[in-house]
């Protein structure tokens, strides 16, 4: 995936140039570490470990605009006020979930949500895009490189997949909720997806009124991209056709894949699968059980995914420390010598709790294994005040003391469709994305109602 490797390549230079942005300045996180329980149940230390972990969203969420602050680190550049679009549609998420579990009253969280939603509708947008950073006080557009200060159609689909969600949750006749489901209208039917083609059959990812269309990604699957295309066949207004899906994303020399890696076929994507965020992040609304089109059944491809990276990580030829059954799960992350998006083809002895954790719709029995070691024998390191900190590599003796927002917000929200399929339903109760898959050539579970049925 030329284009992608590029975009990664652009936030792994600017990462190790320290031009990440950051969020306010706070303690090493052992210093505010919530004291670890003993003897937990599995249901019990899933609600610890939930629950810790929204707290990134809700008490250090920006307090101007409730979004999401990129990490929690502040290295040299930005400054505490970068807060990241897709993190806070992750974000969002576990909001739904802490008010669910009754963690926050639910009119506490419609004010909350009610307040982001009215600064994005002043904030910074480009044919109805968001830009991938933006100030958190004043809305205005942080570019993430030279050239990528305008719109970023990826992110932006990551913040929407979790505000249909939450207009699907707060559904109540009440004045806030109603504002809010109004005002996510507004902007969800103001995004030109079509716009985006570049009068293609794909959908760029960038746009820019300073540099056009000089950033040039045409977006190509199989990646973390898919709930992209989905939102924009789904769009009441400004939709992309059939074609740009069929033309546009499925055709690369890195879709279609068939080979099998220890043991598990794999039908779609890079050898190996690639990050594991590959297959989570789409998917925190965008449910997979029984999602098929004529490419792939896309819980296999999931699971499959996921099954190779464990196995890799069981396999670990490389040797690198602490890789076992309990200890696994490559993604991109931060490491030891600035940022990485780690797999089986990439691999340097940095584990991610999020690979793992985030994997537990795929894999129950061994996200849990991952999430017991994690929790009781490495808690004293990399656990705090949001839950688990980002990444370690034991071959380094090198554990973060940072929180980055991409990677804690699925922790929550794909542990949630493991327990309840909370945001699965929500997602898939939207009638337009019933719209959209069908007409993108997509069979799913509980289609007849557009709904998931378990």
Not at 7 to 20: E, G, M
Not at 48 to 58: A, G, P
Not at 135 to 142: L, N
Request: charged share 20%; proline share 4%; hydrophobic share 40%.
């Amino acid at each position: 995936m030329i284009n992608k490797k590029i975009k990664l390549l652009v936030t792994i230079v600017l990462l190790l140039l320290n031009i990440s942005c950051g969020a306010q300045k706070v303690k090493p996180h052992a210093a505010n570490a919530p004291a670890r329980q003993t003897n937990l149940s599995d249901s019990a230390l899933l609600d610890v470990v939930q629950k810790q972990t929204f707290k990134y969203f809700w008490d250090f969420a920006h307090p101007v605009c409730g979004m999401a602050r990129e990490r929690s680190n502040e290295d040299a550049g930005y400054g505490h006020e970068t807060v990241t679009t897709g993190g806070t549609g992750f974000g969002i998420m576990a909001v739904i979930v802490a008010t669910e579990r009754g963690w926050i009253t639910r009119d506490t969280a419609a004010k909350f949500m009610r307040k982001m939603v009215n600064f994005l509708l002043k904030a910074n947008s480009y044919h109805g895009a968001f830009p991938h950073w933006m100030d958190g006080a004043t809305g205005k557009t942080i570019p993430f490189s030279r050239k990528d200060d305008g719109g970023d159609l990826v992110e932006t689909s990551y913040l929407f997949q979790g505000l249909l969600c939450a207009r699907q949750y707060f559904n109540r006749d009440n004045p806030v909720e109603n504002e809010f489901r109004a005002k996510v209208g507004w902007m969800w039917t103001g995004i030109e997806w079509s716009w985006y083609t570049h009068e293609q059959d794909v959908l760029f990812w960038h746009w820019s009124p300073n540099n056009g269309w000089a950033m040039n990604f045409p977006v190509r699957g199989f990646n973390e991209c898919l709930i992209m295309y989905v939102l924009a066949a789904s769009a009441d207004e400004y939709p992309v056709t059939a074609a740009v899906y069929h033309r546009g994303w499925a055709q690369s020399n890195f879709f279609k894949n068939g080979k099998t890696f220890y043991g598990y076929t794999l039908p779609l994507g890079f050898d190996y699968g690639g990050p594991l965020f590959f297959s989570q992040y789409s998917f925190l609304g965008l449910n997979p059980n029984g999602l098929k089109d004529k490419y792939a059944d896309y819980w296999v491809q999931n699971k499959n995914h996921t099954l190779i990276n464990h196995a890799y990580c069981l396999d670990n030829p490389k040797a690198f420390k602490g890789y076992g059954e309990n200890c696994w799960g490559l993604t991109a992350s931060d490491t030891y010598n600035g940022y990485n998006a780690f797999s089986p083809t990439n691999d340097e002895g940095t584990i991610t709790p999020t690979a793992a954790l985030s994997a537990f719709p795929y894999t129950p029995e061994y996200s849990m294994k991952a999430l017991r070691h994690f929790y009781y024998d490495l808690g004293d390191k990399i656990w705090g005040e949001y839950g688990f900190t980002d990444a370690f590599n034991e071959t380094k003796n090198w554990y973060s003391k940072n929180y980055l927002a991409i990677d804690e917000g699925p922790i929550v929200a794909m542990i949630e469709n493991y327990r309840s399929g909370l945001l699965w339903k929500l997602f898939m109760s939207c009638p337009e994305i019933g719209r959209g898959l069908n007409k993108l050539g997509f069979t799913y579970a509980g289609q007849t109602k557009n709904a998931l049925v378990k």
